[in-house]
Nanobody, 125 residues
Framework: QAQLVESGGGSVQAGGSLRLSCAASGYTDSVAFMGWFRQVPGKERGGVAAIYLDHGRTFYADSVQGRFTISQDNAKNTVSLQMNSLKPEDTAMYYC??????????????????WGQGAQVTVSS
């Protein structure tokens, strides 16, 4: 059973950068995806970026392509999200997620069975 602990986030002005990290433990699945999702009050949780841990292949939402980068540090069992050129519309609660050994799609939050506690990202104009 995967356990996820997030760190990072905070407040920044538009055009700035922030970094989120997610430390994962407690899983031994051979197939796993990890991803970042975000949610604002009153809206559904949406996919931001995901990575297939075994191969390093990455996936991004169109809205963040070219600005955000997801990466993994296998030695530290950590997945990070580097967010550059931030916009006010990026303001949200960001959640780390793990698929728990299943194939997963960034467009389907229900594919991810394990979630972090969330980290707030606020971008001011």
């Amino acid at each position: 059973q995967a356990q996820l602990v997030e760190s990072g986030g905070g407040s920044v002005q538009a055009g700035g950068s922030l970094r989120l990290s997610c430390a994962a433990s407690g899983y031994t699945d051979s197939v796993a995806f990890m991803g970042w999702f975000r949610q604002v009050p009153g809206k559904e949780r949406g996919g931001v970026a995901a990575i297939y841990l075994d191969h390093g292949r990455t996936f991004y939402a169109d809205s963040v392509q070219g600005r955000f980068t997801i990466s993994q540090d296998n030695a530290k069992n950590t997945v990070s999200l580097q967010m550059n050129s931030l916009k006010p519309e990026d303001t949200a609660m960001y959640y780390c997620a793990h698929s728990g050994g299943k194939w997963a799609w960034l467009s389907r939050p229900e594919d991810f069975g394990y979630w972090g506690q969330g980290a707030q990202v606020t971008v001011s104009s």
